[in-house]
């Protein structure tokens, strides 16, 4: 396995009753809610705790993107990557943005990443996503494009970043002249290109391609989406006619580690609660506005995120394998197990969730790198997991 | 109950179906962004007088979605080419909400086949200051209950708004109406601006109590329509034709006989 570390820079000073008077902490939420002092605290020290992964040996560490919200402080994740690329030194930066559609020049994030992947000497991973439904409401961009506007952008940057300029693109949503972008990507042909998703067929079969053989993500899903989706990555490179390997699949999960299964339990509870009844509450409306997905996509999903509005409890997520929590021996166990069932090779552990203050993050991110990475640092997943599932 | 028929037509690659009943001059209704499909009462009470012909339009119901359809002037031109189609002339052309916008784009963009304009409750111009509630972020049963001033009616119409019979052509309108209206919301700054090369006769028909498409919306259009008559209808929500049909039809036919003289 090899371990990312994942932030989501949430304002960790919400207020907990806000739900009182605003139906979400995304998009209607005022910003005057937002203290910048607090904020500024805040910023630095999500980044100490980014930085430290870097030295405690973790493979790279992850920013994200989304706008408009309390749940992540980061919009223009690069920003944070920039901050990141000079004060770390080993590890991988993987920028899990940018939501490619919203763009209205796909061509700044060609360049932006470019700089990164400079400054670093190829320590940049490049995420693409399309952005949850919400940014559609926060951007104006019309939702029913997102798909093509996402296909659009991306074949617009990889051209920029492996084709000689200046060449003309004419595309649907972008046409340039002039298409020359410098700096060139550090790594060639470009940096490796990950995509996160919570689990669109439609994404999981465009990645998987034999031409693309993109990193595909499972983000904060239960692991029997987990299990389906990584199944059908593998069956989609089968059909475009290759094997795929366990290092293009990855899985973004919560972790909690402690000394014992009891403390962790009791650290954990009210700060990934608040993760996911505080920080994760949205209306249906705003996450799937309509054409986000294909209508035969969208039924399926309203029906998974059915249990949107409802208040959940850790032990739901340990059950439901959206939250890993215990102690090392636990937290290995459990890893190995999902490995095992998932076949990914890539682990993205968030073990900062919530309103988790810093010295709980510290000794997590510490317990982690120390107890957890190591035993499993040479692990591949079993053979014949797929097998074993059916 | 009623005789009006159902066929349909096939013209640039996209089947939709057409209601029609009645005989006389031509009266084409263009339907909001609730749907269409359903013939309704004051429909066949315009069809003792007119030929009235109601399209559901591309990408609704049980019309099919075409691939070219992008925005609102799409569907604008794909329905001159329909009045073409149809060999049709001296149109009196009727459009509620999105229905309306789509009417007058058409009316501005090609009114030779038009004889009168009746725009009732019409999305397509915004005038700024005047908040529009985001239709988007409304549960489908909330926004039914919104479209009527009558507390019955819209009861009524939220509770049929989650019948799970109609979900999918529900879905597919949606999908529809964030195709044509996400950005710039509800409506279109080039109509803004050439609207008034519309010189038709003009009717524009409001709820007073409008909480989809504020009455405030009226003067948007006045302004660029100085000929226009405006009719507000009180106690009244988004849909005067349905809501208060007697006073809808009396006066949408009092105004088609005034402007035929």
Known sequence: ?390 | MAGHTETRETLHGCSIHVMRSGSGAPLVYLHGSGGGGLWLPWMEDLARQFSVIVPEHPGFGRSDTPEWLDGIHDVALFYLEFLAAENLTGVHLMGGSLGGWIAAEMAMLDASRLKTLTLIGPAGVNVPGVHKPDMFLWPADELARQLFHDKARGDEAATQAVDPAGADVRMKNIYTVARLAWHPRFYDPLLMKWLKRVKLPTLIVWGREDRILPVAIAQGFAERLPQAEIEIVPDCGHLPQVEKKDIFVERVTRFIAGSAR
């Open chain 1, 1 to 390: 396995m090899k371990f990312f570390f994942f932030h989501l820079m949430p304002y960790a000073y919400l207020d907990p009753d806000y739900d009182m008077n605003y139906v979400t902490d995304w998009l209607l939420y005022p910003n005057s809610n937002y203290d910048p002092e607090k904020g500024a605290e805040l910023y630095n020290r999500y980044l100490d705790e980014i930085e430290y992964a870097d030295a405690l040996g973790f493979d790279g560490v992850c920013v994200n993107e989304h706008h408009q919200t309390a749940y992540g402080l980061m919009p223009t994740p690069g920003v944070l990557a920039g901050a990141l690329s000079r004060r770390t030194k080993t590890v991988k930066i993987a920028v899990l943005g940018r939501a490619l559609p919203l763009l209205n020049n796909p061509l700044t994030v060609a360049e932006e990443y470019a700089i990164l992947d400079n400054i670093t000497r190829g320590r940049l991973i490049a995420g693409f996503v399309r952005g949850i439904g919400v940014e559609y409401h926060a951007s104006g961009v019309n939702p029913t494009e997102s798909h093509d506007r996402f296909h659009e952008a991306h074949d617009l940057i990889l051209r920029a970043w492996t084709q000689p300029g200046p060449f003309p693109f004419e595309g649907k949503y972008y046409q340039f002249d002039y298409v020359n972008v410098w700096p060139r990507p550090y790594q060639q042909p470009h940096p490796p290109v990950w995509i996160p998703s919570q689990g669109s067929s439609e994404t999981i079969r465009w990645a998987s391609a034999k031409e693309r053989r993109y990193v595909y993500l499972q983000t904060f899903s239960p692991v029997t989406a987990l299990f389906r989706y990584m199944d059908m990555y593998r069956e989609e490179a089968r059909k475009s006619g290759y094997e795929a390997s366990p290092d293009q699949l990855g899985w973004s999960i919560t972790t909690y580690v402690a000394k014992t299964d009891e403390q962790a339990l009791k650290e954990a509870k009210p700060h990934i609660e608040f993760f996911v009844n505080k920080f994760l509450r949205m209306p249906m409306e705003m996450l799937l506005p309509p054409g986000y997905l294909s209508l035969s996509s969208m039924k399926g999903v309203m029906a998974a995120k059915a249990s949107l509005g409802r208040r959940r409890t850790m032990e739901e997520l340990i059950e439901q394998g959206q939250f890993i929590c215990g102690s090392p021996e636990t937290v290995r166990r459990r890893l190995t197990e999902y490995q095992d069932r998932a076949g990914f090779n890539l682990v993205l552990p968030n073990l900062h969730f919530g309103t988790l203050p810093a010295d709980l993050t510290r000794r997590n991110t510490e317990l982690f790198a120390r107890e957890v990475m190591p035993a499993l640092r040479d692990r591949l997943p079993a053979s014949g997991h797929e097998k074993a599932r059916a």
